[in-house]
Structures are given as structure tokens and as C-alpha cells.
């Protein structure tokens, strides 16, 4: 049970070492933000080219010819589409494990999604027919820009209620007071709340449960990008579909 308080623990002081990642979400360092004009003469600027037959942009990205496609919300990109080369069963499987493994070892995101590895046996094809089963694996981004203290606020606010009020308050300064502390410092002090955490609902496996899908929900909430991909059927085929989605610039109900 101890381990799963550490959860909140550990995400939280891997959030504070995200401080390379400055600026909106990008795509191969091109900012997914303003026009998309200025988006696709960047796009332009690394080789892409408009493809009349895709209707996207076609160039190179991860060692694939892919095609990319640019969206836009009241003038302003907020999602980059890239659609991978179609493969066959068992190398799309290879492809999926090959992304998901470069972007767990990235320091630009955060899984807090624990994405799996699709295995080695699994017949991709029966279960995507059979059972519509989605094969996914999304990612968070960001922007150290915001500030430590606006990005894990929204977080523990999701605690409020489920722990009580000093455990929160040891939670934020955890992460706020987290970058001027030395890491012994920040050990202890996270020790300290797993254990206050274990003492409290150590013997409450559904609460602990409640409490540790509140904080991650509340971090994925606070994330300023998503990057995620999917297996796509076309047929006898399959290709990886790729999204960048910059959640600042998407549609939140403003137009209803």
C-alpha cells in the first residue's frame, strides 16, 4: 500500500524536474501554436512538402516518410496529426512498442497513464475485431513557464476532501519549496508524507485507490499538451496515427 502513496510522491517531484521544457508543446521544435501558415512554412523549412494524394504534408519524422496534418481552432494550431506508413500485423506491433518505448525514455513527457507494451503473442488483429479493443498510449507535457506552484495546485486541489488539510499543505510544499531544497532535503520530507499517507489509509485499499486516481486525474488536467498515438486499421493493414494537441488552443465550450 506504501508504494502506492509514493506515487503522488514521485510524480510530484518529477514534475519539478521538467524545467527544459519552456514554451508550447512542439513538433520537431516547432512551437504548436499561432497561425498555420506560420506552422507549415516551418513545416516547409525542414524539408516537408504539400502532397496532393494525402492532402497532408509529407516528409521525414522518426525515421518514417510520414504525412502530417495541421488543425486548427479559431485561427490558431491546436493539434498536429501524423499518420505513419500502414504495416502489417506483427510489425505494427513492433512500431507501436519501438514509440512507446522513445517516448517513456524521453525527459520532454510524463506517463501517467502506465502505457503498456503491447505482448509479443497478442493477436492484435482478433482483438481490435472481436473485442474493439483501442490500442493507445498517451502522454503529458509541461511548460515549466507556468510555474511549479499553478501546475501541481490543480493536482492537490483534487485531494481536497479526500485527505486531510495538513497533508495537503506537506504536498504542495513538497513540490513548491522542492527546487531550492538539496535531495536529501526533498527525501525525507517526501518519506514523511508517504508515511503520514499510509498511516492514515494504509489498511483502506479503496480509498488509497480513490485518492491515487484523484491526483492523477488532477495532473493530467493541469498538463498544457498531450501527445498520444493509436493503432489505426485501414483494411488488411495498420498504421500508427500520432497526435500533438496543444490543450491551450482547443475548443473548452467557448463557441456553444
Known amino acids: 500500500m506504501r508504494k502506492l502513496f509514493n506515487i503522488i510522491v514521485l510524480f510530484l517531484l518529477v ?27 516551418a513545416l516547409k523549412a525542414k524539408g516537408f512538402y504539400y502532397s496532393s494524394v494525402s492532402e497532408g504534408y509529407k516528409g521525414q519524422f522518426n525515421g518514417n516518410i510520414v504525412d502530417v496534418y495541421v488543425h486548427t481552432n479559431h485561427d490558431l494550431v491546436d493539434r498536429i496529426y501524423v499518420a505513419f506508413p500502414d504495416k502489417s500485423e506483427g510489425n505494427i506491433k513492433i512500431e507501436f512498442n519501438r ?24 493477436d492484435v488483429s482478433y482483438e481490435i475485431t472481436v473485442h474493439d479493443k483501442r490500442y493507445q498510449a498517451v502522454f503529458q ?3 515549466s513557464n507556468r510555474g511549479y506552484e499553478e501546475i501541481t495546485e490543480k493536482a492537490v486541489a483534487r ?9 495537503l499543505v506537506k504536498l504542495n510544499d513538497l513540490i513548491i519549496g522542492g527546487v531550492d531544497r538539496s535531495d536529501e532535503e526533498q527525501s525525507t520530507l517526501s518519506l514523511q508524507v508517504a508515511a503520514e499517507l499510509q498511516r492514515i489509509y494504509g ?22 499538451g498531450d501527445v498520444w498515438f493509436m493503432i489505426i486499421e485501414n483494411g488488411a493493414e495498420y498504421h500508427i496515427g500520432l497526435y500533438y494537441d496543444n490543450l491551450h488552443n482547443m475548443a473548452h465550450g467557448e463557441d456553444l
Open 141 to 143: 507535457y509541461y511548460d
Open 203 to 224: 489498511q483502506d485499499e479503496m480509498k488509497a485507490y480513490e485518492i491515487i486516481m484523484a491526483f492523477l486525474d488532477g495532473m493530467k488536467s493541469a498538463a498544457d
Open 15 to 41: 514534475i519539478s524536474a521538467y524545467g527544459q521544457n519552456s514554451g508550447a508543446l512542439k513538433f520537431l521544435g516547432i512551437p504548436i501554436d499561432g497561425s498555420k501558415a506560420q506552422f507549415v512554412a
Open 99 to 122: 514509440l512507446l518505448a522513445q517516448f517513456k525514455k524521453s525527459d520532454k513527457y510524463v506517463d501517467f497513464s502506465f502505457n503498456e507494451p503491447i505482448p509479443d503473442a497478442e
Open 159 to 167: 485531494l481536497a476532501g479526500l485527505v486531510p488539510d495538513d497533508i
